[in-house]
Each structure stands twice: as structure tokens, then as C-alpha cells.
């Protein structure tokens, strides 16, 4: 406008702006509102960052404030059997992590949403050993229930899980996890809610196994941690971890121990009972 205004619409005298500059001169005010339109919410995002920042940085600065008791409520022993337990959001999944950390090498993690590819089924029980060859990983998948469900696939252990997890339900990804653990040859094997979507007859018949030396899914060498919310009463679990309500104690009577931790805000441990 201010372009039209001192050259009028023909671009003004003899030698003056042409037309094409005379558009020009309109559409760069316009450009140029896009191009700096971010600033004021980047502006705002810098004060926001950097009240975090201070924020951050006197915590740092502060001295740690630990309470509760140092001594650890309870261990885990060589080739015992241990099942976590507790509601939702009360640190199951945080504390296996961090036995994870613990055990460092000694230790496979078996998360919750570990990752199936867009391979053969043999291939993706190869992740956790690349040895395994056709027969080890049938005998694996049978041993978690998934016989038959091999049985009805045209090409066996080389069928392909076309977009990885999305070519099975969840209970059969829940099993071919398992199918996995059981193929580490890692000392301590750490189990996220292995029985999620399974039914509750054949999640607690996998639990049992789990929990059991004695003819289970691991041999007795093995050191197995379990996270759930659905163990069964009866299983041969060394120890019991709760991490709910103190109140909510459930009896475990065929555990040879157990444990309950307090889920107060500190998640301070509590004493281990032996029974």
C-alpha cells in the first residue's frame, strides 16, 4: 500500500519501480509477519525455561534429605524365586529397573513393551542369544503354551511377524517375551507382568511355573524376579514384595517368606517377616 501510494499503480515515473517490485514491496511485510510471528510464545517459553532452570539448580544446590531406614528390608538370594507385587503406579516396574541396575550383566530385563520386530519369529527370539537355532526355539514356544498356535503357521519359527507386534495378540506377544527369557542364558532373569492379557487360568498356571524350582519354566541355577498383580495364593515363591498398603496384607501361606513394603511417600522399606 505504502509502495502503490508513492509510485501509484504504473510504477511512478520513467525509470521508477516496476511492477514486479511494487509486489514485492506488498508481500515482504507479509513474509515477514510469518517469520517473526513465533517470537512472543519462544519468548515466553525462554522465561518459563528458565524459572525451571532456578528452580532445578537450588535443588541441586540442596543437601539430600534421606529418611527411613538404611538397612534393606530384604535381599535377593541366589536361585530363589521372588514375586513384586502391588497396585498400579505403587513402583513394581521402577523397583525391577533398578534391580536391572543392581545385578548389572548378571541380570535380562524383560520389560513390559519390549520390542517384537518385523522378522521371523526365530529372529526375534535371537535377540537375547544368536545361537538359537530352529529346534531350541520351538521347544521354547511349546513350553510357554504357543504349540499350537505354531502348529497353524505356514512356515513355523520362520514366519514373519509382519509389523512385529501388531501380527499377534497380546497374550501371544506375552508369550514369546517369556519365550525369550527362557533362551537368555543370563544368571537372574527379571519378568514385567509376564502373564498380562492372559486369561486368569493360564496366567496363574505360567505364575506358578515361574515361582517354582522344582520342575518350573527356569532351572533351579536360575534367579527369577517377577513383577505382577495377579499371583495366585498358592504358589512356591521364597518371598513375597508388596509394595501396597501395609494394610492390605494378603496371606501368602505357601511362600517361605515374604515382605511387605510401606508405598509411603518416601517409600521407606519395611522389615522383612519371616515365617
Known amino acids: 500500500l505504502i509502495g502503490i501510494g508513492l509510485y501509484g499503480p504504473d510504477g511512478g515515473t520513467a525509470g521508477g519501480m516496476t511492477p514486479m517490485a511494487l509486489a514485492i514491496i506488498v508481500l515482504v511485510p507479509l513474509a515477514a509477519f510469518e517469520a517473526t510471528a513465533a517470537l512472543p510464545a519462544a519468548a515466553i517459553a525462554l522465561m518459563r525455561g528458565r524459572i525451571a532452570a532456578t528452580r532445578i539448580m537450588t535443588m541441586l544446590d540442596a543437601a539430600p534429605h534421606v529418611s527411613g531406614n538404611s538397612t534393606p528390608a530384604t535381599n535377593f538370594r541366589a536361585h530363589a524365586r521372588s514375586a513384586i507385587i502391588g497396585p ?3 513402583g513394581k516396574t521402577t523397583m525391577l529397573r533398578a534391580l536391572a541396575v543392581e545385578f548389572g550383566s548378571d541380570a535380562a530385563l524383560f520389560a513390559e513393551d519390549a520390542h517384537l520386530f518385523d522378522t521371523s519369529i526365530l529372529e526375534n527370539l535371537r535377540v537375547v542369544r544368536g545361537d538359537v537355532d ?4 520351538t521347544q521354547a514356544l511349546r513350553r510357554v503354551g504357543l504349540g499350537p498356535w505354531l502348529d497353524a503357521l505356514p512356515q513355523g519359527v520362520h514366519t514373519t511377524l509382519i509389523g512385529g507386534a501388531q501380527a499377534v495378540s497380546g497374550g501371544e506377544r506375552r508369550r514369546l517375551l517369556l519365550a525369550r527369557a527362557l533362551l537368555s542364558t543370563a ?18 498356571r505360567i505364575l506358578r511355573e515361574l515361582l517354582t524350582t522344582d ?7 536360575r534367579t527369577v524376579v517377577v513383577v505382577t498383580h495377579q499371583l495366585p495364593e498358592n504358589t512356591d515363591a521364597d518371598q513375597v514384595i508388596d509394595l501396597g498398603d501395609r494394610t492390605a496384607k494378603k496371606p501368602f501361606a505357601d511362600s517361605r517368606s515374604r515382605a511387605y513394603v510401606g508405598s509411603t511417600r518416601e517409600r521407606r522399606w519395611s522389615e522383612v517377616d519371616e515365617l
Open 215 to 221: 520342575g518350573g519354566l527356569f532351572g533351579a541355577e
Open 187 to 204: 544368571p537372574v532373569v527379571l519378568l514385567d507382568e509376564p502373564t498380562e492379557h492372559l486369561d486368569r487360568i493360564s496366567g496363574e
Open 134 to 137: 530352529e529346534d531350541q526355539a
Open 88 to 90: 498400579s503406579g505403587s
